[in-house]
């Protein structure tokens, strides 16, 4: 696999896994494709990470913002909301 190729099929991802991952470690993403289509990225975990990070600060300060500005709204645990959450899913049942 060339070093400066950073999209692959996803049969080339595939076959050269093992390469795709030691670039992803050294810090280079790969973009993977399906007919010829973006649907996948495997990058560096530093990077993942802060992406995470960055989506939860973007939300927390989204919901400051909306309890300062609405001080009475109500407000739910975190146990509260993932409850609430699977309570609108029908039963998956085990697979």
Do not use: C, K
């Not at 190729?5 to 050269?16: F, G, I, K, T, Y």
């Not at 790969?30 to 973007?58: C, H, K």
Request: charged share 30%; proline share 5%.
């Amino acid at each position: 696999m060339d070093d400066s190729q950073n999209e692959l099929s996803a049969r080339d991802a595939r076959a050269h896994f093992a390469e795709v991952i030691t670039r992803a470690q050294g810090g280079t993403p790969t973009i993977i494709t399906r007919n010829g289509q973006a649907v996948a990225a495997v990058v560096p975990i530093e990077d993942f990470n802060a992406l995470e990070d960055a989506i939860d600060r973007y939300f927390a300060r989204d919901a400051d913002r909306d309890l300062a500005e609405n001080p009475d709204a109500p407000t739910y645990s975190m146990a509260e909301a993932i409850a609430a959450i699977f309570e609108d899913e029908p039963d998956q049942g085990v697979a």
